[in-house]
């Protein structure tokens, strides 16, 4: 696996909206739930947790796409449709990059792996801690940890 070198620029499919960070992940995921499954047109959903302080749009206007809800923007291309990000509504310290936008994800691995409850049969992940559903809020603190630690 190779190494996340910062800054790291990424895309959309077609390039019209283009995206930066400069912080590292706070936590990698992969998320099997059926509302992932359907967004990404996949298996399942990746997601690397880039503090906000460390993201930045630097080309285009994503839109907000998926089920519109109050809970969770998701974030998406206006031309091509790609998925891009997701924020979370009264968690603005982090986005959910989809790390595959960045120009090079070949160090992406999933840290801990959730909604295996509605996983495919055939969809398998070396994610170290696996979830049902989500951990618990006050989980979250630890896995951050152990994930950074393990990073660095
Ligand atoms: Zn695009
Ligand atoms: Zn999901």
């Known amino acids: 696996m190779s190494e996340l070198n910062l800054p790291a620029e990424g895309g959309c ?25 359907q967004m990404s047109s996949s298996a399942y ?3 690397a ?6 993201f930045e749009v630097t080309k285009g206007e994503p839109v907000i796409g998926g089920l519109h809800g109050a809970d969770a923007h998701h974030y998406f291309c206006p031309y091509c449709m790609s998925w891009m990000f997701t924020k979370s509504e009264g968690m603005d310290w982090f986005v959910n990059l989809r790390p595959t936008m960045l120009d090079d994800p070949s160090w992406f691995s999933p840290f801990i792996e959730t909604w295996t409850s509605e996983k495919l049969p055939g969809a398998t992940t070396p994610a170290v801690h696996s979830y049902a559903a989500l951990p618990a809020m006050e989980e979250y603190e630890v896995l951050v940890k152990e ?4 990073a660095s």
Do not use: E, F, N
């Not at 930066?20 to 706070?26: R, V």
């Not at 936590?27 to 509302?35: I, Y």
């Not at 994930?147 to 393990?150: D, E, K, S, T, V």
């Open 13 to 37: 499919r077609c390039g019209r909206v283009r995206l930066k960070i400069t912080a590292p992940p706070l936590l990698t995921m992969a998320c099997h739930c059926r509302g992932c499954q």
């Open 147 to 150: 994930y950074m630690g393990q």
């Open 45 to 47: 959903s990746l997601s």
């Open 49 to 54: 947790a880039i503090p906000a302080d460390g």
